[in-house]
């Protein structure tokens, strides 16, 4: 497994073609850094300790990288150590010699130069050929429809750079209309701050007026409008944040429930906040666009003379007050 993925160990070295040899005499592991780290203090003589699995004595003999936890998402590893010695048992051993036993998950690496499409004919060339075997004489003595039938299953490759997960195909849909009523949220309440600027924009209607009069450009003005409304959109922005971080882990724990325990890393990295910072950006300005353009777009003349009556009232008011 390390081989096929590229990875050697932090200290050691890792399982070997060797170490897979039934009965082995001695048998040896690879443990992870976390458990290097908690149980043996990253201490570097732990290789040639020996630990305790199913009443067998193990030697260790690497550490795994830091960042590797095994290839099943949301399954964390601390040992890996060959397969046969999950045979060592009759009930072990029963699962190597029969044929109908379906229980390991494969991973492999293309060769170079081979698509996964050539490599899934290959694939499907190899399946029926075992197909055929499993089922013996009685395979010829059936009719082409039910052949058919049969050869029509299928190991179907895909790609494993995203690692192996039963969560991936059980969640899917119920993370897509999560995701689906998620944005119908999010454009309600853009429509509703859009409603507010340009409610708030009504009320500029003067300032805004007097700025185009005095020489400031409509450009400018709309510029000034966006980035209030993107600042707006961008705090909002990182209060989804603060709140994802607790909504993520609630997820978490309805999925372990009832179930083994699901281990999944929902860190903040560098892709969850660029896409977050883009979603805000986009929002602030598709959304605060319309309320910056109607702001800017009245005819001066008349929005100039309702300004000065009413400053002109306002004066002819306070000089009244001043005299009372």
Known sequence: MFAVL??????????????????NPN????????????????????????????????????????????????????????????????????????????????LGRLKTGVSIKQGQAEIDVIYHQMLVEQAGPAFNKASADAQAEYLNRRIELQPGGAGFSRLRKKFTQPLYILMTTVGLVLLI?????????????????KEIAVRLAIGAGRFRLIRQLLTESVLLSVLGGALGLVFSVW??????????????????????????LSFTLGISILTGILFGLAPALRATGFDLIPALKNSSTSLGAGKINLSIDKIL
């Open 6 to 23: 590229g990875m050697n160990a932090v200290i050691g070295r890792t399982l070997s073609d060797d170490d897979d040899r039934p009965n």
């Open 189 to 205: 309440a853009c429509a509703n701050v859009a409603n507010l600027l340009l409610a708030r924009a009504a009320t500029r209607q």
């Open 27 to 106: 048998p040896v592991a690879v443990i992870s850094y976390n458990l290097w780290k908690n149980k043996f203090g990253l201490d570097p003589s732990v290789l040639g300790k020996s630990i305790t699995i199913d009443d067998e004595i193990i030697t260790i003999v690497g550490v795994a990288p830091q960042a590797f936890t095994g290839v099943e998402v949301g399954s964390v590893s601390d040992v890996w150590y060959p397969i046969w010695m999950m045979a060592k048992t009759a009930n072990g051993a029963a699962r190597f010699t029969r044929f109908s036993s379906w229980w390991i998950t494969m």
């Open 247 to 272: 909504a993520s882990r609630l997820l978490v724990n309805y999925v372990t429930s009832g179930q083994r325990v699901v281990t999944l890393d929902l860190h903040l990295d560098f892709t969850v």
